[in-house]
Each structure stands twice: as structure tokens, then as C-alpha cells.
């Protein structure tokens, strides 16, 4: 499904943070995850002629599984990149 778009549709998502819900007995607790300054995260794009002067754009942000302290509230994270310095 994703193939074409991971091959030569890769960017880069800036964020400074992102939600994850916490399921609680008594309804959904949201917790803003964030770093100390621009986080990036690691998405495809598509774009789709429509018509003659309508383009179609949308977006996906990759996840991954949750391996630090955001996996206690949930199992998948976004596939945050590093900074190559």
C-alpha cells in the first residue's frame, strides 16, 4: 500500500509535540509528549491530480513501537528522527 511512497515520497514532519490517550476507567486521559525544542518525525506524502487545476495532497506520519516512557500510555510512538549534526 505504502511502497510507492516510501520508495520517493519520504518527509520530514515538524512537531513540537504530539498527543497519546491514556485509557482510564472513567474516560480517556491526554498526555501532550514533547521534547525541549522541534521534534521531527518521519512521514509520506501522496499528491493526486483531481482535475485540471485540483490537486488531492495527504499525509502519514510512520510509527513505531513506544520503547521508552510514552509506551506506558501507549504501545506506538512516531518514528522520531535524529538530528544529524
Not at 19 to 24: P, Q, T, V
Not at 40 to 61: F, P, V
Request: contains cysteine.
Amino acid at each position: 500500500m505504502f511502497r510507492t511512497a516510501f520508495d520517493s515520497r519520504r518527509c520530514i514532519v515538524p512537531m513540537t509535540g504530539y498527543y497519546e490517550w491514556e485509557d482510564l476507567p472513567d474516560g480517556k486521559q491526554p498526555h501532550f509528549i514533547h521534547g525541549d525544542g522541534l521534534l521531527a518525525a518521519a512521514g509520506l506524502y501522496a499528491a493526486r491530480k483531481e482535475s485540471d487545476d485540483s490537486w488531492s495532497h495527504s499525509m502519514t506520519i510512520i510509527t513505531r513501537e513506544a520503547p521508552d516512557a510514552s509506551g506506558e500510555i501507549h504501545a506506538r510512538m512516531p518514528a522520531l528522527l535524529e538530528r544529524n549534526v
